[in-house]
């Protein structure tokens, strides 16, 4: 799915490609997709003329605010995209929803696995909404403090990589980004989480924000497991990928030390690391 990195860049590119452009139609090819509306014609009149003032992010969803008081909130899934088109762009077998605008262009959620939500709701009050508040940190947010970090990983008691992953600890790291995090560290995935030295919380710390901040520089990471390439509103798959250090390359030689990555389970999830040089 796509994790804070590729949510992050796609909504920088909606920011500079939509905003300021007024919806002139929409179609909705799956009801599931917008199924915390009644009727898709609901979801379609909720959109109908309105204008696109801002596009922001909370966690792994999307949030463009619109005219009128509404907010449209979506979430991609495990495999969805969004792609710009040609308003007469014909869509896909996996095309959920398009959208068109009155100056021109249109926006389409192509989706083969058919997990991406989308819904109109109150602005007011949206950030309060129960989809979009799993509890987790939203590591990319201005509140997400050293001394806030520090405090909730010993208010656990976790080994690293499953914390890393757990969305109700962390918004949208997901397994890719969390071993190459702990690495980036120095930590090993089965270290307790509150058990760190005031020094390791710092190196994580660290290390969180130069990956996140690194794949948002390379357009994030094409997905390597989804059926379709991830790709950018462009269609360019991002290029994180070819900079992992540890995720993926077990029995390779870890660029540090030159020792075999390797992959190993914690607490049921699977991590791979350096055994060597992340202690
Ligand atoms: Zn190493």
Not at 5 to 33: Q, Y
Request: net charge negative; hydrophobic share 35%; proline share 4%.
């Amino acid at each position: 799915m796509s994790h804070l990195p590729e949510v992050e860049v796609l909504r920088k590119d909606l920011e500079k490609e939509v905003v300021g452009k007024r919806v002139k139609d929409v179609s909705v090819k799956t009801a599931r997709t917008v199924g915390r509306h009644r009727h898709r014609p609901d979801f379609i009149a909720a959109l109908d003329g309105r204008k696109i003032e801002a596009v922001r992010r909370r966690g792994t969803w999307l949030l463009f605010d619109l005219d009128e008081g509404a907010t449209l909130c979506a979430h991609l899934g495990d495999q969805g995209v969004v792609t710009r088109e040609t308003a007469k762009a014909e869509s896909g077998p996996h095309t959920q929803v398009v959208v068109t605008f009155t100056t021109g262009g249109a926006l389409h959620l192509v989706d083969p696995e058919r997990t991406s939500r989308l819904f109109v709701a109150p602005t007011d009050g949206v950030e309060q909404l129960e989809e979009l508040v799993p509890g987790g940190i939203d590591p990319l947010s201005g509140t997400f403090t050293w001394h806030a970090f520090a405090r909730y990983l010993a208010g656990r008691h976790a080994a690293l990589k499953a914390l890393l992953v757990d969305e109700s600890f962390i918004l949208g790291l997901g397994d890719l980004y969390a071993d190459e995090i702990l690495w980036s560290a120095g930590l090993a995935p089965d270290r307790r989480s509150d058990a760190l030295s005031s020094q390791e919380v710092r190196r994580l710390y660290r290390a969180l924000f130069e990956v996140l901040y690194e794949a948002i520089k390379q357009g994030g990471t094409a997905d390597l497991d989804a059926e379709g390439e991830h790709t950018d509103l462009f269609g360019e798959p991002g290029d994180y990928g070819s900079h992992l250090n540890v995720h993926g390359r077990a029995g390779e030689p870890c660029p540090r030390c030159r020792r075999p990555v390797v992959h190993t389970e914690v607490e049921g999830v699977g991590a791979y690391h350096c055994s060597s040089c992340q202690g």
